[in-house]
C-alpha cells in the first residue's frame, strides 16, 4: 500500500525558501499515471492546491504561487519535493503531498501534513 | 481560474438525517469533481471522484451527483463520525481549485 511522508523544516524565516520532501514508500514514484501534488491549509481555513508534477517531470502550478514554486521529483531517492521561494507570514500552513489519478485527477492518497511556520 | 462555490459553509443536522451540500462552479468543468471529507486535525480523505463515482471503501450512504456546473453530495443517514467538513475540487483544468469547504454539524 503507497503511503506518503511530508518531511522539512518547520520553521522558516522571512523572505527565505521554504523546503519540503514528500517520501513515497510501497511503490514507485516513476510508475504508473500519476501526478504528485502539493497542498496547504493555513489554520482554520480552508484548502489551497500548490501545485503538481507528473510522472514524466511536467509541473502544473496555482498561478497564484507559480512565480515562487517549484515542484520536482527525485526518482532515485523515491521522492518528490516543493520549494516555496520569499515566503512570508501569510506562507504559514500545513502542507500537504498527496497522489493524484491521471484520469480525473482526484488525490487519493494523501500524507498526513506538516505545519509550517514563517516567523523571524 | 476557476471558482468554486460550496453552500452552505455550515449546517445543523441530527444523527440519521439525509444532508445535501452543493458545489457550484464558475465555468462549466463536465464531471470533473471530486469531493472530500476532513476530520479535524487530519488530512482530507477522497469521498468521490467524477461527480458521481464512489471511492473504495467509501460508505455507501455517501453519493454525488451534477454536471456541468452545479454538483452535490448526499449523505444519507446521517452517523455521528459524519460531522466534520467537507470540500468539493475541480479537476477540469491545470489550475485545480478547491471550494470552501461545508462543515456539517450536529
Known amino acids: 500500500q503507497v503511503q506518503l511522508q511530508e518531511s522539512g523544516p518547520g520553521l522558516v524565516k522571512p523572505s527565505q525558501t521554504l523546503s519540503l520532501t514528500c517520501t513515497v514508500s510501497g511503490g514507485s514514484i516513476s510508475s504508473g499515471s500519476y501526478y504528485w501534488s502539493w497542498i496547504r491549509q493555513p489554520a482554520g481555513k480552508g484548502l489551497e492546491w500548490i501545485g503538481r508534477?507528473?510522472?514524466?517531470?511536467?509541473?502544473n502550478y496555482n498561478p497564484s504561487l507559480k512565480s515562487r514554486v517549484t515542484i520536482s521529483l527525485d526518482t532515485s531517492k523515491n521522492q518528490f519535493s516543493l520549494n516555496l521561494s520569499s515566503v512570508t507570514a501569510a506562507d504559514t500552513a500545513v502542507y500537504y503531498c498527496?497522489?493524484?489519478?491521471?484520469?480525473?485527477?482526484?488525490?487519493?492518497?494523501w500524507g498526513q501534513g506538516t505545519m509550517v511556520t514563517v516567523s523571524s | 481560474d476557476i471558482q468554486m462555490t460550496q453552500s452552505p459553509s455550515s449546517l445543523s443536522a441530527s444523527v440519521g438525517d439525509r444532508v445535501t451540500i452543493t458545489c457550484r462552479s464558475s465555468q462549466s468543468i463536465g464531471t470533473y469533481l471530486n469531493w472530500y471529507q476532513q476530520n479535524p486535525g487530519k488530512a482530507p480523505k477522497l469521498l468521490l471522484y467524477?461527480?458521481?463515482s464512489l471511492q473504495s471503501g467509501v460508505p455507501s450512504r455517501f453519493s454525488g451527483s451534477g454536471s456541468g456546473t452545479d454538483f452535490t453530495l448526499t449523505i444519507n443517514s446521517l452517523q455521528p463520525e459524519d460531522f466534520v467538513t467537507y470540500y468539493c475540487?475541480?479537476?477540469?483544468?491545470?489550475?485545480?481549485?478547491f471550494g470552501g469547504g461545508a462543515k456539517v454539524e450536529i
Open positions: 508534477v507528473y510522472t514524466t517531470g511536467r509541473t
Open positions: 498527496a497522489r493524484a489519478e491521471y484520469t480525473y485527477g482526484e488525490l487519493g492518497i
Open positions: 467524477a461527480a458521481s
Open positions: 475540487q475541480q479537476t477540469y483544468s491545470t489550475s485545480l481549485t
